[in-house]
């Protein structure tokens, strides 16, 4: 409808944008000098920050780019020194992104993801059930090798629209859209129940930032066993039922899965060396509760290796491709904390979002309800999880310290909170899959809403009584 009515008044659009930059400036200059009785270290700190929020809700500008200002200015206006303010660019955390992203890049490059993808679809039955559920499937198991979704919705999208067209099915039908759809919202949901996107890399870094406490790769794995199983199958079950199949049998997805898999051939060397090293980091991540070796110098240790002339994984020319847009927003995010932390404006924060909700978390149950709850509605503001996560888990890292909570257990929640969405501006991998035009926004928003029921209805027992076997309590 926005880019409709900004072709009918090309004013529009530009008054629009006029708005959101001056709405984005004066907000946070007002709380700058307003008589609000605060520390003015704080009270200046939390004004850069609601300067920094504001512009990732409105999308006044690329993401990073109003992160990096925000660091700027807590440094060139004097609250904090150049250390803290961009400290988030020395952070273990960042530069876990920037492995994550660089092994997107050899998993699809190598096309090391699409044999995997393609192997598990080819042993599910050729049926519209079967070929469902071997897309979540597949979908779950690209997260390991894949860790940025819009890398495995780019990968899902390409099989997606190859079985569609070899199944005959035309666009805008419902086994069409239930495919698509399924693949795009998977592609957003499992990086929440691991550590392998940027959302939930964040909000790990922050959790052991700024909560004090150690989250092992395994153990947030582990954590979320049990409901990743059960979303699996809700995944599948629920598509099958808001997009049943037309009667009758579909044909041709079978021998467009052999097809796809004579064309690629032989693995290659760079191919066995590629999956070597993949698998290598996986172990490594699954098994560091045994090792103690932190995530990010696993992934850079990895990327660093596959870059050697020898190895010939990654070339130079990969670096250059990258977008480093994402590491540069998580650094800038994570900067954010530690300055707005460095200046006491995070207790304020903390007291003013958290002080709310405090009354009504009482015992585990409804502890967990809140959490889930409260992090599902705070993404409506937040279009993007990064920015959301790196806002919020600071001021509830500090809020369950002082209020006798487990910081990671709320976080753990929070973070999992983030994977229910009912619309496309809310994760940049819904939006790449939605362009394709293969399913629409009330599409989305029937499975987002009945997902997210799921996956609450999951946690619960999750929490109550499998975390406490695990130390989590």
């Not at 660093?304 to 670096?319: F, Q, S």
Request: charged share 10%.
């Amino acid at each position: 409808m926005s880019a409709t009515l900004a072709e009918a008044d090309p004013g529009a659009g530009a008054d629009l944008a006029w708005l959101k930059q001056l709405f984005v400036v004066v907000v946070p200059v007002a709380l700058w000098f307003a008589p609000l009785g605060l520390a003015p270290l704080a009270q200046h700190g939390l004004a850069i920050t609601v300067f920094m929020v504001l512009g990732w809700i409105v999308e006044v500008t690329e993401y990073a780019i109003v992160g990096l200002i925000g660091c700027f200015l807590f440094w060139a206006l004097g609250l904090v020194k150049i250390d803290v303010a961009f400290g988030g660019f020395s952070d273990a955390t960042t530069w876990f992104i920037f492995a994550a992203l660089l092994f997107g890049t050899l998993a699809t490059n190598t096309g090391i993801a699409a044999r995997i993808a393609n192997a598990v679809m080819r042993r599910v039955r050729p049926t519209y059930s079967g070929l469902l559920f071997g897309l979540v499937v597949t979908s779950f198991l690209l997260t390991f090798i894949v860790p940025t979704g819009t890398s495995r919705v780019a990968i899902m999208a390409t099989i997606t629209i190859g079985l569609i067209g070899a199944l005959g099915l035309a666009r805008g039908s419902r086994e069409a859209t239930g495919m698509f759809l399924i693949s795009t919202y998977t592609s957003a949901l499992f990086d929440k129940s691991m550590v392998a996107g940027a959302a939930s890399i964040t909000a790990r870094g922050l959790m052991e930032k700024t909560g004090g406490v150690s989250v092992a790769w395994s153990e947030w794995f582990v954590a979320y066993a049990p409901c990743d199983l059960l979303v699996i199958v809700s995944c599948w079950w629920l598509t099958l039922k808001l997009f049943p199949a037309a009667p009758g049998k579909l044909e041709g997805g079978e021998a467009y899965l052999e097809e796809q898999a004579r064309g690629f051939g032989p693995m290659t060397g760079m191919q066995m060396r590629a999956a070597v090293l993949l698998l290598g980091a996986v172990l490594l991540w699954v098994t560091d509760f045994a090792h103690h070796i932190p995530a990010a110098v696993i992934g850079m240790g990895v990327v660093l290796v596959a870059l050697l002339p020898r190895i010939g994984v990654l070339t130079v020319d990969d670096l250059k491709r990258v977008n480093y847009l994402p590491f540069l927003f998580v650094a800038s995010a994570i900067s954010m904390a530690g300055a707005l932390s460095a200046t006491k404006g995070l207790d304020v924060l903390t007291d003013f979002v958290f002080g709310r909700i405090g009354p009504l978390m009482d015992g585990p149950l409804m502890t967990t309800v809140v959490l889930y709850w409260s992090a599902f509605l705070y993404h409506f503001l937040l279009a993007s999880e990064i920015s959301m996560l790196a806002s919020s888990i600071p001021p509830l890292m500090t809020f369950a310290k002082t209020h006798g909570l487990n910081p990671k257990v709320v976080g753990l929640i929070w973070t999992f909170a983030a994977g229910g969405k009912l619309f496309a501006y809310q994760n940049a991998v819904l939006v790449v899959g939605f362009s394709f035009g293969y399913f629409r926004g009330r599409d989305l928003i029937r499975l987002g809403l009945l997902l997210s029921l799921a996956e609450f209805i999951f946690l619960i027992p999750t929490v109550l009584f499998y975390w406490p076997l695990l130390g989590l309590k």
